[in-house]
C-alpha cells in the first residue's frame, strides 16, 4: 500500500509516519530525511539542497522526485511505502501517480494530521532546542509555513479532485493516541496492521 502522510510543519508527521510504517511493515520514506542525509554526505544533492533548506524554501521538484523515483525502485518498497514529505507540490502528486500507474500501483490513503498554528510554533521551538535543526528558527519556520500554504495545501485539493480517500486526524494530544487514530483508519480502509 502506497500512503501519505500529509501535514503542516511541526504537525508530527515524522514520529507518526515512522511509527505507522513500522506497524503496516512498510518503508518510512521521508524526504527531509533523506534531503538531510545528501546534506550531511556533501553530495551534489545536499549542496544545492542545504540553503534551500536551511530558507525554508523548497527544493526544485526534479531532484526532489528524482530521489524518491530511486527510493521506490528499491526491494524493500515492492510491497508499498508511507511517504513522509512528498507530494509537497502539485507537479510532485502528478508525477507520482504517473510513477506509481507505471508500476500498477496508487496512493491509496493520504493521512492529513491537522494542528493549529500556535502549537506548530511551540514545537517547533522546542525542537530547535533539542535537535538543533539549522531550519528550526522562528524565521525559518514562518516561511516554511508560508511555503506549505501556498505550494503544498494546493495538494490536498489536487487529490480531493482524483477521488482519492482523505482521512483528517487531529495531531493534537498524546502520542500513541494519534498512531491509533491513523491505524484505525488505515485498517478501515483494508491495511493489514501489525501489532
Ligand atoms: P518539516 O515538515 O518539519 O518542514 P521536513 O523534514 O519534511 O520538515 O523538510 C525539511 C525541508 O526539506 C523542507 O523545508 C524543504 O526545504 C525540504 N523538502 C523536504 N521535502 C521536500 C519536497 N518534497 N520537495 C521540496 N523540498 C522538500
Known sequence: MIAVMFGPPG????TQASRVATRLGIPHVAAGD?????VARGTDLGREAKP??????????????RMIDARLNQQDAVKGALL???????????????MLTGR????????SLEVPDDELLKRILKRADI???????????ANRLLVYRQDTWPVLDYYRAHGTRIESIDGVGDIDA??????????????????
Open 11 to 14: 504537525s508530527g508527521k515524522g
Open 34 to 38: 533523506m534531503l538531510r542525509n545528501e
Open 52 to 65: 534551500i533548506m536551511d530558507s525554508g524554501g523548497l527544493v526544485p521538484d526534479d531532484l526532489v522526485v
Open 84 to 98: 513522509d514529505g512528498f507530494p509537497r507540490t502539485v507537479p510532485q502528486a502528478v508525477t507520482l501517480d504517473r
Open 104 to 111: 500498477g500501483d496508487y496512493v491509496a490513503e493520504v493521512i
Open 131 to 141: 535537535e538543533g535543526r539549522s531550519d528550526d528558527t522562528s524565521e525559518g519556520f
Open 178 to 195: 494519534i498512531t491509533e487514530r491513523i491505524l484505525a483508519s488505515l485498517r478501515h480502509n483494508g491495511a493489514v496492521v501489525h501489532s
